[in-house]
């Protein structure tokens, strides 16, 4: 079956340092994201990438950095910058959205992260 | 800065009612508005979609309505079963130079009591 994979499911950091969170997909989507869910606040993006070896910063970047190689995947580093890491991040892809057609975009069940 | 705004936070609902959840959105390029449902410990799943063109979409229970002149869209979940208790989003999509972009409202937390 196609989809979006996450992992770690759940992940733990230690003050001062950086974390990976993967993010494969199969649907061979050129667009991949990058959203930070917390309580009340709905889904947040952070980083977005439209075609390898490209990516744009979201709203809210600073503390996060991203790469591109492979059209599959799109791993997502959480700094030491970032100070309240603590969150839901999840990953969606879709197909490459054209003026006046957006394309639904597709989730993975999330990497919960916490500090410890 | 929030670009679509939504309502209720949570809302009740006795099974086989109506849950009607409400966005409004701020004056920017958009072409796009989907809705997602997503459960607890899951990503969200796309349930219902609508561009401006179109005032009114139905998928089963699942209704959209969009008023571009109020800049105004709507979810109705007829006869609303147990199985539909999960948190509704609302989100708006911005084509723009530098790529695609959806913008997401807070969120509605709907529990349907059996």
């Given at each position: 079956d196609?989809?979006?994979?996450q992992s770690?499911?759940?992940?733990?950091?230690k003050?001062?340092?950086?974390v990976?969170l993967s993010?494969?997909?199969?649907?061979?989507?050129?667009?991949m994201?990058?959203?930070?869910?917390?309580?009340?606040?709905?889904?947040?993006?952070i980083y977005?990438?439209?075609?390898v070896?490209d990516f744009?910063?979201?709203?809210?970047?600073?503390?996060?950095s991203?790469s591109?190689?492979?059209k599959e995947s799109?791993?997502?580093?959480?700094?030491?910058?970032q100070?309240n890491p603590?969150?839901?991040?999840?990953?969606?892809?879709?197909?490459?959205p054209?003026?006046?057609a957006?394309q639904p975009?597709?989730?993975?069940?999330?990497?919960?992260l916490?500090?410890l | 800065?929030q670009?679509?705004?939504?309502?209720?936070q949570?809302l009740i609902?006795?099974?086989?009612?109506?849950?009607i959840?409400?966005?409004?959105?701020?004056?920017?390029?958009?072409?796009?508005?989907?809705?997602?449902q997503?459960?607890?410990?899951?990503?969200?799943a796309?349930?219902i979609a609508i561009?401006p063109d179109?005032?009114e979409?139905?998928?089963?229970?699942?209704?959209?309505?969009?008023?571009?002149?109020?800049?105004?869209f709507?979810?109705?979940?007829?006869d609303?079963?147990p199985g539909d208790?999960?948190?509704?989003?609302c989100?708006?999509g911005?084509p723009s130079?530098?790529?695609?972009?959806?913008?997401?409202?807070?969120?509605?937390t709907?529990t349907?009591r059996?």
């Amino acid at each position: 079956d196609g989809g979006i994979t996450q992992s770690p499911k759940y992940l733990f950091r230690k003050e001062g340092q950086n974390v990976t969170l993967s993010c494969e997909q199969n649907l061979n989507h050129d667009a991949m994201y990058w959203y930070r869910q917390d309580p009340g606040q709905g889904l947040r993006l952070i980083y977005y990438s439209q075609i390898v070896n490209d990516f744009q910063k979201g709203d809210i970047a600073e503390g996060y950095s991203v790469s591109r190689e492979k059209k599959e995947s799109f791993p997502l580093t959480v700094t030491s910058a970032q100070k309240n890491p603590t969150a839901f991040y999840l990953c969606a892809s879709s197909n490459v959205p054209k003026q006046g057609a957006g394309q639904p975009q597709h989730f993975g069940d999330g990497t919960r992260l916490s500090i410890l | 800065q929030q670009q679509v705004k939504q309502s209720p936070q949570s809302l009740i609902v006795q099974k086989g009612g109506i849950s009607i959840i409400n966005c409004a959105y701020e004056n920017t390029a958009f072409d796009y508005f989907p809705w997602y449902q997503q459960f607890p410990g899951k990503g969200p799943a796309l349930l219902i979609a609508i561009r401006p063109d179109v005032s009114e979409k139905k998928e089963g229970r699942f209704t959209i309505s969009f008023n571009k002149s109020a800049k105004q869209f709507s979810l109705h979940i007829m006869d609303s079963q147990p199985g539909d208790s999960a948190t509704y989003f609302c989100a708006k999509g911005s084509p723009s130079m530098s790529g695609y972009k959806l913008s997401f409202g807070a969120g509605t937390t709907v529990t349907v009591r059996a």
